[in-house]
């Protein structure tokens, strides 16, 4: 099997996980799919690996086929990973903690 060096892991990866690009030598991208996809979070592997080591969404505990990486709205540090459900939730009420209470109160009260 043909192998590549990311050059930001720097590891040792099959050819398949680099995506094309017609414009480079090798006609791959230098960085392997998951440094592309970790690097606007400062992820590494590693410290990716142990996010999603359980598998398990950090609210709701949930065990989806993939979890999305979880760093807040103001592009802050990463928190978690969570199922796109949380995630969801999770941007639609803004994180105003506020709206949450409400909410948990006005459906224990129309429960
Ligand atoms: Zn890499
Ligand atoms: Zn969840």
Redesign the pocket.
């Known amino acids: 099997m043909q192998t590549k060096t990311c050059t930001r892991c720097e590891k040792s990866k099959p050819r398949d996980d680099f995506q094309n690009l017609k414009a480079s030598p090798d006609g791959k991208q230098p960085w392997c799919r998951l440094c592309h996809r970790l690097s606007p979070y400062g992820l590494t592997e590693e410290q990716y690996n142990a996010l999603v080591s359980d598998g398990q969404?950090h609210?709701?505990g949930?065990t989806p086929e993939e979890l999305v990486i979880d760093r807040g709205h103001r592009k802050g540090k990463v928190r978690g990973v969570?199922?796109h459900?949380?995630s969801r939730v999770l941007g639609m009420v803004y994180e105003n903690t506020e709206i949450l209470k409400a909410m948990i109160e006005y459906i224990n009260g129309n429960a």
């Open positions: 969404c609210v709701c949930g969570l199922c459900t949380c």
